[in-house]
C-alpha cells in the first residue's frame, strides 16, 4: 500500500508546508491518540522535539489533537531522540513522540512515533495511523470534561542523564581524557556534555549554542570537519560528532581522522565477542554497510545479518535474531542491553569504555578493517513518476552487478525521507566501481529528463 504521510523514519518534510504544517501535526496526534486509547486508565503521551524554530509552531498543535482525544501530555522540551524512548518506558506512557528531521536543515522537520515499549512504529500501524488522519477521528473526540491535560517534566534532562551514565562500566572512569564533543547545536546540547564531565572527562565542546535556525550547519555527524579541527587544535584524544537529535554518531581519532559507524560498530562487536557480551554471534547492519565490515565478521568467526535502511528495521531483525547489537553506517547504533532505538551518546560511551579499557589510541583500536572502495550518489526525481521501473534502468542496474562478477555489490534504493534515488556500488576495484555507478546514474537521470 502506498504511504501518504510516513517514510523510513517518521513523517518528515519542510516546515510549514505539505505534510509539515500545524493542521497535518494536530491530524496526527488525534489519529495517533484515537489508535493508542485502549483501556480505561488515563492515557499519556511523551512529547520531546530538537532546536528547530518549527518545534513551536508543531509541539502545540500536537498537543492539542492528543489532549482532544482525552490524553495527557507530557513535554520534555529539547531532548534526544533515544532519551524520548526511554522516558516513554520509564513514565510508562502508551505512546511516544519525537519532533525532529535528525540531520536535516533547519528548514525541515518531522515527527517520530514511539509504542509503549519504547520501538519505533511498525509499517502496519503507521498505515492504520495514516487512515484515520483522513478519516477516522472525529466521532471519536472527547467530551469537554474529558479532554487531557498538558505538563512539563522539568527533570527530563537529569533523568537521560542518569540513564546515560548507566550504561558505562562501573569499574571505569574517563579521567585523563581529553574529548571534543560537537552536539550539532540539537538536541543533546545539554546533557551530552554533562554525562562525559561527570565520568571525568575534559569535555571541549561545540555546536551548543542552538538558535532554532543553526542546528547541523557546519556541525554534527554530517558536517564532522569542525569537530576535526578541534582536536587536531586542542590535542584531544577523539572527537565525537552527534547529529540534531542525537540518536547518530561520527567519531574521528586523535588525527583528526574520520571512523564511520561501520568502524564502531567492528570495535563495539569484536570486543563484546571477546568478553562473551556479544548475543546471537551476529551483528546487524543494513544494506549500505560496507563489504569490509562483513569480511571482518566472518573473520573472527561472526555473522553480518542486513536489513533494509532504517534503524527501526535493524531493531526488528535484532529482535527476531536474539541480536544486542547492530546500526548503520551513517551512525546509528543500537545497543539492546540499553535501549530500544539507536541512541548516539550511549553509543558513545561504549566507545569511551573500550578505549580506556584498551589504553591505545582511537586510531589504533577503530580501524579493524580496510574498507571496499564504494561510490554512493543521489539523483532527484519527480515523486509521482519510478524510474526503478524503467526497462532501461532495470538494464543498466543488470549490467552493473554482472560486471563486478560477484567481487562488489550494487545497492539501489529510494530515500524515505526525501524524493531521492540512492545508487551505491563498491567493490574491489576503483575504476570499474565509478563506472558502474556512472551508467547507473545516467540511466535513471535520463529516464527522470524523460519523464
Known amino acids: 500500500m502506498t504511504r501518504k504521510y510516513f517514510g523510513t523514519d517518521g513523517i518528515r518534510g519542510k516546515a510549514n508546508e505539505g505534510k509539515m504544517t500545524a493542521e497535518v501535526a494536530m491530524r496526527v496526534g488525534m489519529a495517533a491518540g484515537r489508535h493508542f486509547t485502549r483501556g480505561d486508565h488515563q492515557h499519556r503521551v511523551v512529547i520531546g522535539k530538537d532546536t528547530r524554530l518549527s518545534g513551536y509552531l508543531l509541539e502545540p498543535a500536537l498537543t492539542s489533537g492528543f489532549i482532544s482525544m482525552g490524553m495527557d501530555v507530557v513535554l520534555l522540551g529539547p531532548m534526544p531522540t533515544p532519551a524520548v524512548a526511554m522516558l516513554t518506558r520509564s513514565l510508562r506512557a502508551d505512546l511516544g513522540v519525537m519532533l525532529s528531521a535528525s540531520h536535516n536543515p533547519f528548514y525541515d522537520n518531522g515527527i517520530k512515533l514511539f509504542g509503549p515499549d519504547g520501538n519505533k512504529l511498525s509499517d502496519e500501524i503507521e498505515l492504520e495511523i495514516e487512515a484515520k488522519m483522513d478519516n477516522g477521528y472525529d466521532q471519536y473526540l ?38 571534543v564533543l560537537d552536539c550539532a547545536n540539537g538536541a543533546a546540547y545539554r546533557t551530552a556534555p554533562s554525562v562525559l564531565w561527570e565520568l571525568g572527562a575534559e569535555v571541549i565542546t561545540i555546536g551548543i549554542s542552538p538558535n532554532g535556525t543553526n542546528i547541523n550547519n557546519n556541525c554534527g555527524s554530517t558536517q564532522p570537519q569542525a569537530m576535526c579541527d578541534k582536536v587536531i587544535e586542542t590535542g584531544a584524544d577523539i572527537g565525537i560528532a552527534l547529529d540534531g537529535d542525537a540518536d547518530r554518531l561520527i567519531i574521528c581519532d586523535e588525527n583528526g581522522s574520520i571512523i564511520d559507524g561501520d568502524q564502531v560498530m567492528a570495535t563495539i562487536a569484536t570486543n563484546w565477542h ?15 554497510s560496507n563489504l569490509g565490515l562483513e569480511k571482518h565478521m566472518e573473520r573472527i568467526g561472526l555473522r553480518l545479518e542486513r536489513t533494509n535502511v532504517g534503524d527501526r528495521y ?20 543500537v545497543i539492546s542491553d540499553f535501549n530500544t532505538t539507536g541512541d548516539g551518546l550511549v553509543a558513545a560511551l561504549q566507545v569511551l569504555a573500550v578505549l580506556t579499557e584498551k589504553g591505545r589510541p582511537v586510531s589504533n583500536l577503530f580501524k579493524l578493517f580496510e574498507p571496499y572502495p564504494q561510490i554512493l550518489k543521489n539523483v532527484r526525481y519527480n515523486e509521482n513518476v519510478d524510474p526503478l521501473k524503467n526497462s532501461h534502468v532495470k538494464q543498466a542496474i543488470n549490467d552493473g552487478e554482472n560486471s563486478l562478477n560477484g567481487n562488489g555489490r550494487v545497492v539501489i534504493r529510494k530515500s524515505g525521507t526525501e524524493p531521492l534515488i540512492r545508487v551505491m556500488v563498491e567493490g574491489n576495484d576503483d575504476k570499474l566501481i565509478s563506472s558502474v555507478t556512472d551508467d547507473i546514474v545516467a540511466s535513471v537521470e535520463a529516464t527522470v529528463q524523460r519523464d
Do not use: W
Open 314 to 333: 535493524v531493531v526488528a531483525a535484532m529482535q527476531k535474531l536474539g541480536c544486542n547489537l547492530g546500526g548503520e553506517q551513517s551512525g546509528h547504533i
Open 142 to 179: 472527547v467530551p469537554s470534561e474529558k479532554l487531557g491535560r498538558a505538563q512539563r517534566l522539568h527533570n527530563a534532562a537529569g533523568r537521560y542523564i542518569e540513564f546515560a551514565k548507566n550504561t558505562f562500566p562501573k569499574h571505569l572512569r574517563l579521567d585523563g581524557l581529553k574529548i
Open 274 to 288: 571477546e568478553e562473551g557480551r556479544l548475543k546471537g554471534d551476529a551483528l546487524v547492519a543494513t544494506i549500505m
